[in-house]
T-cell receptor, first 113, second 113 residues
Framework: DAGVTQSPTHLIKTRGQQVTLRCSPK?????VSWYQQALGQGPQFIFQ???????QRGNFPDRFSGHQFPNYSSELNVNALLLGDSALYLC????????????FGSGTRLTVV | GEDVEQSLFLSVREGDSSVINCTYT??????LYWYKQEPGAGLQLLTY?????DMKQDQRLTVLLNKKDKHLSLRIADTQTGDSAIYFC?????????????FGKGTHLIIQP
């Protein structure tokens, strides 16, 4: 039973560029959340997708957007990259009706130069 | 706003008990969580506690919740070298179990031989 799969594992982008990160949830899960973890910090909630809609959003600018597909997989898009966007981006999946028990992926390490 | 506070480091001897402390601010939080992160890995859910509980025990792990003081602790009995990791305390954003989480900065648990 595959857990949460994220791609790519590492990525280097130039300031001002755009990036797309991908996440496949754990089998049976229908909800995907995205988190940003800067070095030495705890993860910060970006947003959550359920039934292909953004259900909840943290304190992140509109440069951060996402999408959920009918197969529950998800993408995180970041436009106009800033040096401060360098971080580990974590995807977590869950089953909405369970209400708890997120499964996290290993993350995508994004470096903006 | 919501904030979760943890001490940054804890050093214990192998075989001793480790107690990791956390304070949170959102009194409406219904679920409180402990996650473990090993180097280069995503977050692993260790345990969670509902806000109407005072204590929860799961094998070597004991969670204590003091709602009055908004204090949460995680006790690891018989600490082993494999317990070396960063431990994050987290609360649900809006009190619901399926909501995004607010994490602390994490406590680095260091095991001395």
């Amino acid at each position: 039973d595959a857990g949460v799969t994220q791609s790519p594992t590492h990525l280097i982008k130039t300031r001002g560029q755009q990036v797309t990160l991908r996440c496949s949830p754990k089998s049976g899960h229908d909800t995907v959340s995205w988190y940003q973890q800067a070095l030495g910090q705890g993860p910060q909630f970006i947003f959550q997708y359920y039934e292909e809609e953004e259900r909840q959003r943290g304190n992140f600018p509109d440069r951060f957007s996402g999408h959920q597909f009918p197969n529950y997989s998800s993408e995180l898009n970041v436009n106009a990259l800033l040096l401060g966007d360098s971080a580990l981006y974590l995807c977590a999946s869950s089953l909405a009706r369970d209400g708890y028990g997120y499964t996290f992926g290993s993350g995508t390490r994004l470096t903006v130069v | 706003g919501e904030d979760v506070e943890q001490s940054l480091f804890l050093s214990v001897r192998e075989g001793d008990s480790s107690v990791i402390n956390c304070t949170y601010t959102d009194s409406s939080s219904t679920y409180l969580y402990w996650y473990k992160q090993e180097p280069g890995a995503g977050l692993q859910l260790l345990t969670y506690i509902f806000s109407n509980m005072d204590m929860k025990q799961d094998q070597r792990l004991t969670v204590l919740l003091n709602k009055k003081d908004k204090h949460l602790s995680l006790r690891i009995a018989d600490t082993q070298t494999g317990d070396s990791a960063i431990y994050f305390c987290a609360e649900s954003l809006s009190g619901g179990g399926a909501d995004g989480l607010t994490f602390g900065k994490g406590t680095h648990l260091i095991i001395q031989p």
